[in-house]
């Protein structure tokens, strides 16, 4: 089976390796959705206000009523879409998941900063299917953190990989699971880029880069048609990270995913083109 990376690896070496999130490919675009609703709501109110202000608007048969009604619902919409919006805004970057192959545990930094440790061979791993408009983006690799009954789910995570095609899905649990049975040598010729999310955030220049790899695979007509979106995207994608707080681990699990002196499969964002840094 071929492995696929997926684009997920922060870093990695012989005793671990660090992995982005699944919403991390499309960081911004909620946000984006709300800077759109809140633009609306903002256009709306300013309008209105025109309308009955500088157009004189008289104060009869209930027209100031209306207006001030419909001042009122832009407003809501305003309001609605900048909580829309804030589910990304100040948050943190990425949520990082670490794998730590020498000692088999996996670490998830959860949306509240808090982190689940769990050993790699207690948590049962399966498909997820999601609910994508289309069947786009379904399939993903959960971890599903169970009770002692071993039937009662306690918690899930998910990795890096959402797709339409099962094959691809796979193809990343393939990539993961060799990554810790076999080792980085088994997985190397995969990792092609890293994220440059470790300590730091991204630069606009690969916030671009990262939006428009969304649609890589589509043909050179849908590509042109949504360059413009991309774009509006990759720029809600960089205030995303520029109002994020940067992840980290504690400094006890930071210990433990360092590197040994001399490995010869450490790899990070330092292998990237120079602006991809």
């Not at 390796?17 to 800077?35: I, T």
């Not at 609306?40 to 209105?48: N, P, T, V, Y």
Request: hydrophobic fraction near 50%.
């Amino acid at each position: 089976m071929p492995l696929l990376a997926q684009l997920c690896v922060v870093k990695m070496n012989s005793n671990s390796l660090l992995s982005v999130d699944r919403w991390y490919a499309w960081r911004g675009f909620v946000a984006l959705l709300g800077a759109i609703g809140v633009a609306f709501g903002i256009g709306g109110i300013l309008m209105l206000a025109w309308i009955l202000v500088v157009g004189e608007l008289p104060n009869e048969n209930g027209l100031w009523e209306a207006i001030f009604i419909g001042m009122a619902m832009f407003a809501a919409l305003g309001a609605a879409s900048a909580w829309v919006a804030r589910k990304e805004m100040f948050r943190w970057t990425y949520y990082p998941i670490a794998l730590d192959r020498k000692r088999r545990l996996v670490h998830v930094f959860r949306l509240d900063g808090s982190v689940l440790t769990a050993p790699w061979d207690k948590i049962y791993f399966t498909l997820g299917r999601g609910k994508g408009t289309f069947g786009w983006l379904n399939w993903d690799i959960r971890g599903l953190i169970l009770d002692q009954d071993g039937v009662t789910v306690k918690e899930t995570f998910a990795f890096c990989i959402a797709t339409s095609r099962i094959e691809n899905a796979y193809s990343h649990w393939e990539f993961l699971r060799r990554y810790m049975e076999e080792g980085p040598q088994a997985v190397l010729d995969a990792v092609l880029y890293c994220m440059p999310v470790d300590g730091k955030r991204e630069s606009f220049a690969f916030s671009k880069e990262r939006v428009f790899a969304n649609d890589a695979q589509s043909g050179g007509l849908a590509y042109l048609i949504m360059a413009p979106f991309n774009l509006l995207h990759a720029l809600m994608r960089w205030a995303v990270m520029r109002t994020s707080r940067i992840p980290a681990f504690s400094p006890e699990i930071e210990a433990t995913l360092r590197p040994e002196p001399g490995d010869p499969y450490v790899r990070d964002a330092s292998m990237n083109p120079e602006d991809l840094r």
